[in-house]
């Protein structure tokens, strides 16, 4: 048994810029160097290992087991997830399906504004309330690159939208465990997420449009962005509150949409936007005259059906997929939890990030049949199948989806390596220590705390699963609300997702963007950090300033 060893060097500021290491070398390289990221990644792996075990004194046998359990992790289930969504997407794109659904779009609107609004946010949301781990951003940056926005349009807006809904994702499961890390009760954090996210279901599809095109044409259409936030937003405090964590993001995601469609039935733009680039590529509004009524896109009614079909099997799968029940079925039939060898119950975690020494576990789930990317695999054969594919021909096609993403598969594997490795080793505890001794502004930095989790981890689940005891004994240390705390992890960590490396790896792959990750990074960095900061002004408003302090849950 090895325990954690947070303060290495017998100086916190050093043993913090040594835990830094990784993540400097992985982000510099990706950012700063414009190195691809299958290789950025690799080298950040590498230097997390030289820290975990020359300067922390993890031992060589359990950092290389911690690079194995995460390199599986990212096979299963993130690789497989982008592996199956991007296999449906090449079937509906070489039968002409996709360029049929892209038409069909112009029905409700030709508005390139309120496309991106309809698909990165409202269908984005409910791929990542019913899956998470990645759905959203894959299904809606195909979607949004088929129907002609720039790589970099798709890509980065697809991770700004992916905001709001996250701490809901996957049918609640970042809140359901938070509340077992912690021992608070799931509902208190449910309710209090619900209330401090309430205010930014409003603010990010602004902030989506704004960054697409800029504040004045984001203005001409404020009603419907409006509509959009709104129709998020209250379903999200009303569920989270009364309900409970598990539908919170799908009953929101579907009351937005058909708010948001039902609106553009009876309202339009004066004019029509119509670059795919926006201001991105310094772009000026296109206007094409007073809109009136929509023009028709010349496909019949049963061709619409059949390009939307996939995309309609996809979503109701990925939903039963996501349901406890069906889960509960599939892994009767199959499914191995496997105590990690060389790792499992050896590595101890110490305070004053928990109150006494606890063993971690180390347990990998090999959940094949239950995890969301086989429900999205089904939904590719089927669609498939239904299009007119030969199996012949959907083994070929699968193969060289396969091959196209090698790359990124690599660098999703060494991402997930170094995240669980970093974990394992206590890396990650040291830096969120750093945040904890804050004082007075702990609120502020502790929501930072949570963006930081999310961004190393790449998932809000893993965040709350690191930094939540922390949050909770720093809590009652300062006398905070450690249901306030708990919850601005969470929060917090949810606008961390836009920039993980992982996610940044599914957008480029999914919107054909591969080695361009650094480009992405640098455009989504000042929105990902800016939206933290804004949350961590909420959360300290509720910490101190009355009537804020009323909505705090005890």
């Not at 609004?117 to 951003?137: K, M, S």
């Not at 119509?274 to 206007?287: F, V, Y």
Request: hydrophobic residues 55%; aromatic residues 10%.
């Amino acid at each position: 048994m090895w325990s954690h060893v947070y303060d290495p060097l017998g100086n916190p500021w050093l043993s913090t810029l040594c835990a830094a290491l990784p993540i400097i070398v992985l982000l510099g390289a990706l950012g700063i160097f414009h190195i691809k990221a299958h290789i950025a990644a690799v080298m950040g792996l590498i230097t997390s290992l030289v820290v975990a075990i020359g300067i922390f004194g993890m031992p060589g046998s359990m950092a290389l087991s911690a690079t194995l359990m995460g390199a599986a992790n990212g096979l299963l289930p993130i690789g497989w997830i982008i592996l199956n969504v991007i296999f449906l997407y090449q079937l509906t794109e070489r039968k002409g399906q996709f360029a049929i659904l892209r038409e069909s779009i112009t029905g409700v609107t030709q508005d390139r504004r309120l496309q991106l609004l309809l698909i990165a946010f409202c269908f984005g949301a409910f791929f990542e309330g019913a899956g998470g781990f990645g759905t959203p951003v894959a299904v809606t940056g195909a979607m949004l690159i088929g129907l002609g926005f720039s790589p970099l349009a798709a890509s980065g807006l697809s991770l700004i939208a992916n905001t709001a809904p996250v701490a809901y994702g996957a049918l609640g499961t970042p809140i359901t465990t938070l509340a077992k890390v912690t021992g608070i009760d799931v509902m208190l954090i449910s309710s209090m997420v619900g209330r401090q996210m309430t205010i930014f279901a409003i603010i990010v599809p602004f902030w989506l449009l704004i960054a697409f095109c800029g504040w004045k044409n984001t203005m001409r259409i404020w009603p419907a962005v409006l509509v959009a936030g709104l129709s998020f937003a209250i379903p999200q405090l009303l569920v989270s509150n009364l309900m409970g964590p598990e539908l919170v993001a799908v009953i929101a995601s579907v009351c937005s949409i058909a708010a948001l469609v039902f609106f553009l039935k009876v309202w339009h733009p004066k004019e029509v936007y119509t670059s795919t680039a926006g201001t991105m590529a310094g772009a000026a509004a296109e206007a094409a005259g007073n809109t009136g009524l929509q023009p028709k896109h010349g496909y019949s009614t049963s061709d619409v059906i059949r390009a939307w079909l996939p995309w309609l099997i996809l979503s109701v799968l990925v939903f039963a997929w996501g349901s406890p029940s069906v889960k509960k079925l599939l892994d009767s039939i199959f499914t191995l939890e496997i105590q990690w060898p060389g790792l499992h119950n050896l590595v101890q975690k110490m305070p004053p990030v928990v109150a006494t020494p606890h063993l971690e576990a180390a347990i990998y789930k090999l959940n094949l049949l239950s995890t969301t990317g086989t429900g999205i695999l089904v939904a590719g054969i089927l669609s498939g199948l239904i299009m007119g594919y030969r199996p012949s021909e959907l083994v070929k096609v699968y193969g060289q989806t396969f091959w196209s993403l090698r790359y990124s598969l690599i660098t999703i594997v060494a991402m997930l390596a170094l995240g669980y490795l970093t974990r394992y080793s206590g890396v990650d505890i040291t830096l969120g220590l750093a945040f904890s001794h804050t004082g007075v502004l702990y609120p502020f930095f502790g929501t930072l705390l949570g963006w930081l989790g999310v961004a190393l981890t790449g998932s809000d689940t893993a965040a709350n699963v690191l930094f939540g005891g922390l949050q909770k004994a720093s809590a009652n240390q300062l006398g905070l609300s450690p249901v306030l705390m708990t919850s601005a992890n969470s929060a917090g960590g949810v606008m961390g997702k836009m920039i993980d490396a992982q996610s940044i790896v599914v957008a480029s792959t999914a919107t054909q963007y591969y080695g361009k990750e650094g480009v992405i990074l640098r455009y989504v960095f000042f929105h990902s950090l800016a939206l933290a900061c804004l949350v961590g002004l909420v959360v300290t408003a509720m910490a101190y300033l009355p009537p804020f302090t009323l909505l705090v849950l005890h």
